[in-house]
């Protein structure tokens, strides 16, 4: 894993041989030199850091850009520090409970660090497009820890920058008592933290900080619509975006509703959490709920609050909803490449199978009781056809025959569903209202059948047994090399046919990166997004080309049926 280990010494005071290291490393930091050597420290606003020569790339891990957060607060600058910080390892990831046996649970709250990497032959005055990366995880987990940048950095040559934030009740619950500036949106407002420490130190680095993309996927990319969608409060932050399977025109909770407690039956999510953890008598809620120990607070989370939760929308943090600013016009108006995956739920209805068996039947029956109103709520009439309900077209158009199987039930589910934002035709449509505001979109479709998925999205050792085709998050391979959900980094290599196509779509992220195209030598034509679903570049291992998605995920038939 690691190709050479440049160190300096961190402290003056030990022997004379390790002074004049720390004392060249500081002398070099100060001339600006360029060379590789030079590299390894870099001087930020809080001090200086360490970095190392791994995978060919340099790189700077767990550097505080916030301190230790107060529950349910705005981040705060860190505390400063002297000598050299070494920055060679990471650091911890939020708090969060394990998933699926395959994410890795954390009850660490001093979490807000960065990692940077960039290419080691940077030429002194040299200023790289940056990429700022947001992990996914539903809102609940993930962490900026999970990802090798060095590919990105070394062979699209750029700054990468991953950031943790806080996730779960910690970053998306609305608690009663808190200021309704950025309620429910904590997550997001330590994102923005991250990328305001990325415009006043990334040049350090050998970074622009005029042409940042911000990018990411899942919640990482619904992330990035509510960037989009609220531009006073991140304007000059980034230039371009880049959004991964997320629509972002998904309806929101309202943080209003999040906070309603006119149904006793049903009380909002906070005071569930308090009355769990005891704090329900408690005097001052807030203080008690703080005060809490994280252990517990994790598992009431989870407990309560489920595998899933979201940004509200009507704080300051998102004043209004994406469709909101689109009719008005108010947004970030850069240039976007966006994306899906061809089977985005068939991850989900794997995780279904295996975790879930009292649903795992994919009969007609089941359909009807389950899945669909899982999916698609309670059945109600079909705008488009008196008569009939909306379920029963469903089953009409897909499973004519009767029952599914989990490929094609993923399938069907991968081109429209009403739950989350993880979807080919509302991605599309999202696009479609961007289009005649937004410089430029290009769009895609990540569609490698050989995509490894087994112990990557699904743990080592569990099989749902159909097949699983190019799921969700299954693209995050080709640019982040054996992301495995884990600190270990080990999923296989990939094929040589799709580690073809990974270098094709690396190029095309560099170069939108430089100029605002996905256009370079070498590489298929991948023209604009011309709505309807046209202009879909399909990335497949020696078929990259335009194609109709429209088509392909039957996003007529949901229009008709969701108008």
């Given amino acids: 894993m690691w190709d050479n280990v440049l160190t300096v010494q961190t402290s003056l005071h030990t022997s004379p041989s390790r002074a004049l290291l720390s004392l060249s490393a500081i002398l070099l930091l100060s001339a600006g030199c360029a060379t590789t050597s030079s590299r390894p420290v870099v001087q930020t606003e809080s001090g200086a850091v360490q970095g190392v020569l791994r995978n060919g790339a340099i790189e700077y891990r767990g550097i505080p850009f916030a301190a230790q957060p107060v529950r349910w607060a705005l981040p705060q600058p860190p505390a400063a520090w002297s000598g050299v910080r070494d920055a060679t390892g990471f650091g911890n990831a ?13 009850n660490a709250e001093d979490c807000l660090t960065v990692n940077v990497s960039t290419s080691p032959d940077l030429q002194a005055g040299e200023k790289l497009p940056v990429l700022f990366w947001i992990h996914g995880g539903a809102y609940v987990g993930g962490s900026s820890n999970l990802y090798r940048l060095d590919r990105l950095a070394t062979r699209g040559r750029m700054v990468v920058v ?22 429910g949106d904590l997550g997001l407002e330590d994102q923005r933290y991250a990328m305001r420490w990325v415009q006043r130190n990334i040049a350090a680095f ?25 531009p006073d409060r991140v304007r000059g932050l980034f230039h371009k975006a880049i959004l991964q399977s997320s629509g972002c025109l998904q309806t929101l909770p309202t943080l209003a509703g999040s906070l309603d407690e006119s149904d006793p039956a049903n009380p909002p999510l906070w005071k569930k959490i308090a009355t769990e953890v005891g704090c329900d008598k408690a005097f001052d809620k807030v203080a008690c709920l703080r005060a809490a120990p994280v252990e517990e607070m994790v598992s009431a989370g989870q407990k309560l609050g489920g595998g899933l939760l979201m940004p509200v929308v009507g704080s300051g943090t998102v004043p209004v909803t994406v469709a909101t600013a689109v009719k008005s016009g108010n947004l970030v108006k850069v240039p976007i490449l966006a994306g899906s995956t061809r089977d985005e739920l068939r991850l989900y209805v794997a995780y279904f199978k295996l975790y879930a068996p009292f649903i795992t039947d994919f009969s007609e029956a089941t359909l009807r009781s389950a899945w669909l109103p899982a999916f698609y709520g309670a059945d109600s009439p079909d705008p488009g056809h008196p008569g009939k309900t909306r379920h029963e077209s469903i089953l009409k158009e897909y499973f004519p025959a009767g029952g599914a199987d989990g490929a094609s039930l993923g399938s069907m589910l991968s081109d429209y569903q009403t739950v989350v934002g993880i979807n080919d035709c509302l991605g599309l449509w999202t696009s479609d209202a961007f289009l005649p505001l937004f410089p430029a979109i290009f769009q895609s479709e990540f569609a490698d059948p050989d995509a490894p998925v087994l112990g990557v999205g699904i743990a080592k050792g569990m099989d749902p047994g159909f097949a699983l085709g190019a799921v969700h998050s299954s693209e995050l391979n080709y640019y982040f090399p054996n992301l495995s959900n884990t600190s270990a980094i080990d999923a296989p290599d990939l094929k040589p046919a799709s580690q073809g196509l990974a270098d094709q779509m690396v190029g095309y992220w560099a170069a939108f990166m430089a100029t605002g195209s996905p256009t370079a030598p070498g590489l298929p034509a991948w023209p604009r997004y011309a709505g309807g679903g046209t202009g879909v570049l399909v990335l497949q291992p020696g078929a990259v080309a335009p194609s109709d998605s429209y088509a392909r995920h039957r996003c007529a038939f949901w229009r008709g049926l969701y108008p």
Avoid at 166 to 177: A, L, S, T
Avoid at 207 to 228: F, K, Q, R, Y
């Fill in 206 to 230: 050998g970074g622009d900080p005029n042409n940042v993309t911000m990018g990411g996927e899942s919640a990482g990319g619904g992330s990035v619509c509510m960037h989009l969608a609220s």
């Fill in 162 to 183: 991953t950031a943790n934030y806080r996730v779960g009740i910690f970053g998306f619950m609305p608690v009663k008592g808190i200021d309704a500036d950025f309620n």
């Fill in 94 to 106: 939020c708090p969060q409970a394990r998933r699926y046996d395959l994410t890795e649970a954390s």
